[in-house]
């Protein structure tokens, strides 16, 4: 299976801040790479796929970028609403894996 | 909007068998694969494996072939069954839509574009 490998394991950011989380995977996966958000209590949602592609009706301060072993998800300008934890994907090959998550708390 | 709803046990006694059934509202399940996906309490998210409407199922070897998946598509709802289940297979079970773009005129992306709110699964006699 193909580890995927995120860090920081958690954070803490003030309203306003950048905020940037890397995610490795143990062998290239091109640009199959997915970044989702989860907040307790909701259904999870994509905010990246295919490594820099916006879903739609999700707000431009995320983006992504990377490809081969090395991506980064980017909130340019942290808000409210994105206190939550982040978890990478890659699609490249079965079984699917993702990322143990990145936690982003209130400073 | 498209909606997916988990449905099921809760609490499942160890060894017996585990069974959850995801209803899709608001669209039809027709032409994508749906999955399930699990974690456990402090723990990573665990692909479980998926299904077409077709029929085709890819699993997560990890399951060591206790897991079933199948679909009705006259009554919109996929489903999963885990068997000989454990302390081990208590989590929060997600099922989700998986859809793709292409990335290359050869490569395709898979992704999931809809989640359940998920439903905890405790295995515990």
């Known amino acids: 299976d193909i580890q995927m490998t995120q860090s920081p394991s958690s954070l803490s950011a003030s309203v306003g801040d950048r905020v940037t989380i890397t995610c490795r995977a143990s062998q290239s996966i091109y640009s199959h790479l997915n970044w989702y958000q989860y907040k307790p209590g909701k259904a999870p949602k994509v905010l990246i796929y295919a490594a820099s592609s916006l879903e739609s009706g999700v707000p431009s301060r995320f983006s992504g970028s990377g490809s081969g072993t090395d991506f980064t998800l980017t909130i340019s300008s942290l808000q409210p609403e994105d206190f939550a934890t982040y978890h990478c994907q890659q699609s490249h090959t079965l079984p699917w894996t993702f990322g143990q998550g990145t936690k982003v708390e209130i400073k | 909007q498209v909606q997916l709803q988990e449905s099921g046990p809760g609490l499942v006694k160890p060894s017996e068998t585990l069974s959850l059934t995801c209803t899709v509202s608001g669209g039809s399940i027709s032409n994508y694969y749906w999955s399930w996906v699990r974690q456990p309490a402090g723990k990573g998210l665990e692909w479980i494996g998926r299904?077409?409407?077709?029929?085709?199922?890819h699993y997560n070897p990890s399951l060591k072939s206790r897991g079933t998946m199948s679909v009705d598509t006259s009554k919109n709802q996929f489903s999963v069954k885990l068997s000989s289940v454990t302390a081990a297979d208590t989590a929060v079970y997600y099922c989700?839509?998986?859809?793709?773009?292409?990335?290359?005129?050869?490569?395709?992306?898979?992704?999931?574009?809809?989640w359940g709110r998920g439903t905890l699964v405790t295995v515990s006699s």
């Open positions: 989700a839509r998986e859809t793709h773009v292409g990335i290359s005129s050869i490569l395709i992306n898979w992704y999931f574009d809809l």
């Open positions: 299904i077409s409407t077709s029929g085709i199922t």
